[in-house]
């Protein structure tokens, strides 16, 4: 029960004024005059779980309650009192609400639709404060107490298992988890869902839809995370891609007036989401974790009306035409007139035979709690000599038995920050081979023996080792581009001064001018982040490049 004298748990009080804060009358009165007044009567619902969230809601007499529905019975979540708002994050994105809220006796409330909402946080900044701040914070605290509409089944020998929880929770998606190696009556629950073992993962959407091992997408679907796209509608700019860089150029756009689509094939924040802490970020002096960083940024793009899809991937670039267009998937091409391509790079998979099979149980691409929680006080191996294997060494050396970090390369220094080196170098758990490569992987159901060799001595090593991480090299998200753009020979896209005359001449570059800083060779056409050869693999420098390229967004559509 979250009401006003419990206030959740005794750890979340000190947020309590950050969730729960009462607007002043002066504050009221601005809502009032964007709003209008609505009385209300004892149980009239203001908005239905699994609906979206259309209305937003100041009490300003009597009372509004939000409840939890579970089948007849109903969880209280919140009750407010004049002066306080209905919301959270969901609102900003107008998708389906987790709760049912009505009035608790006569009274009267101030509505706005989500237009109005948007046009206020971006207006006033003092109410925009505090709205922003308390959406974002009930949206944590929702999670943290598995407050919502969703029933993952699965086993940690299914590799879909993790995939679908690493979806929902970059997502900040609340659900419920049953595992069912640990389950005591396992037939029993799947009976009841109508579903086998040879389903898993199974996502029981809003206790209705029954979604088999479903993909991202589905799930995206199932959830209301998107608005229809209107094929016709042509954008001012079409951001391919929602990590730091994405998410940058998006804030910038859309902030300054653009009409911002961003397509984001799986979940916000990219590579530097799934970090467990990003310690030399400017402005964060304690650090910031990568999905924290990432939350708060897809907020922000929200928050200035950028229209984000999740879960939908570019498929391919039509670029034959005065106006770019790119295919998602659906009857229609969207189309802009100039394009941010964000799309970063996927870490570079180990050429071992045997490591597809492993993927998800065994092999993993992140090092966030929840792979964490999957070896604690179990030894592990962690590819790579960059940054995000150093922070997933120190992080996941807070719990496993022992970290075996294996590099290609004769040492650390000239790939990873100096205070990362220094942490692995005094850390008992780490230990650092160099000139070492995974030759072997094996095991039957999951990952259960490792083996790695020296290139300098030849000596193979075999452990009894359940889990790897790799997080070592880059390879672009450039397949979808076709031959649009010039790349390198690696695969980057190739922009500014790095494009020669005669690539200019190939690609039949149509301007009198050269092309601006982190333009391709389509005039228009930027790439920024770790999909741009020559890029700084910082998520300071994504940052930049993505407030960066919308300067010369508005140059080139004033041209």
């Not at 640990?182 to 037939?187: L, M, R």
């Not at 496993?400 to 008992?428: F, N």
């Not at 800083?517 to 700084?536: H, K, M, Q, T």
Request: net charge negative.
């Amino acid at each position: 029960m979250v009401t006003r004298s419990t206030r959740f748990t005794a750890a979340a009080k000190s947020n309590a004024e950050r969730m729960f804060p009462t607007l002043t009358p002066a504050q009221i009165a601005r809502v009032a005059a964007r709003g209008k007044l609505r009385p209300t009567r004892d149980g009239d619902v203001l908005f239905e779980a699994g609906m979206a969230v259309t209305g937003f809601f100041v009490v300003t007499a009597g009372q509004v309650e939000v409840v939890r529905p579970a089948g007849d019975t109903e969880e209280l979540i919140a009750l407010y009192d004049p002066g306080e708002f209905t919301g959270e994050i969901n609102m900003l994105a107008g998708r389906p609400s987790l709760v049912r809220a009505r009035a608790k006796g006569s009274g009267e409330v101030i509505e706005m639709d989500r237009g109005q909402l948007l046009a206020l946080v971006q207006t006033d900044p003092e109410i925009g404060e505090i709205l922003m701040r308390a959406f974002i914070v009930r949206r944590v605290e929702l999670i943290a107490q598995g407050v919502g509409d969703l029933i993952v089944l699965g086993s940690t020998h299914c590799s879909g298992t993790l995939r679908v929880k690493e979806f929902l929770t970059r997502n900040i998606q609340p659900y419920t988890y049953i595992d069912l190696e640990s389950e005591p009556d396992v037939q029993t629950l799947l009976d009841r869902f109508h579903v086998t073992t040879t389903d898993v993962p199974v996502l029981v959407c809003r206790g209705q839809a029954v979604l088999r091992n479903p993909t991202n997408r589905q799930i995206a679907e199932c959830l209301g995370f998107n608005e229809a796209v209107n094929a016709s509608q042509i954008y001012d700019l079409i951001v391919v891609g929602a990590g730091p860089a994405g998410l940058a150029a998006s804030v910038y756009a859309a902030s300054e007036g653009l009409n911002v689509l961003v397509l984001e094939s799986s979940a916000p924040g990219g590579q530097a989401g799934s970090s467990s802490k990003i310690e030399n970020y400017l402005g964060f002096p304690t650090g910031i974790s990568g999905p924290a960083l990432a939350g708060r940024a897809f907020a922000q793009a929200q928050k200035f009306g950028a229209h984000i899809q999740i879960a939908r991937s570019a498929l391919r670039f039509d670029c034959q035409r005065q106006l770019y267009a790119i295919e998602i998937g659906e009857n229609a091409p969207v189309q802009a007139r100039t394009v941010v391509i964000a799309t970063g790079a996927e870490y570079r998979k180990p050429l071992v035979e045997s490591l597809p099979r492993f993927e998800g149980i065994g092999v993993y691409y992140a090092a966030t709690f929840m792979e964490a929680q999957l070896c604690i006080a179990e030894e592990v191996v962690v590819i790579g000599g960059g940054n995000s294997a150093g922070q997933a060494a120190v992080f996941l050396a807070q719990t496993a038995k022992r970290v075996h970090l294996l590099v290609r390369s004769d040492g650390l220094a000239q790939t990873m920050s100096r205070y990362l080196v220094r942490r692995i170098e005094e850390h008992p758990a780490i230990v650092l081979y160099t000139h070492t490569e995974i030759e072997v992987l094996e095991g039957v159901a999951h990952l259960e023996r490792v083996s790695w060799r020296n290139r300098e001595t030849g000596i193979l090593e075999s452990h009894d080792i359940g889990h790897v991480f790799v997080m070592a090299g880059a390879t672009p998200a450039t397949q979808w581009l076709g031959t649009c753009l010039t790349l390198d020979a690696k695969g980057f896209v190739k922009t500014g001064a790095d494009l020669s005359q005669q690539e200019l001449t190939d690609a039949k570059w149509p301007l009198s001018r050269a092309p601006l800083l982190l333009e391709s060779s389509l005039p228009g056409v930027f790439a920024v982040g770790d999909v741009r050869a020559g890029n700084l693999k910082r998520v300071a420098a994504a940052v930049g490049e993505g407030s960066i390229a919308i300067s010369f967004v508005h140059r080139v559509l004033a041209e």
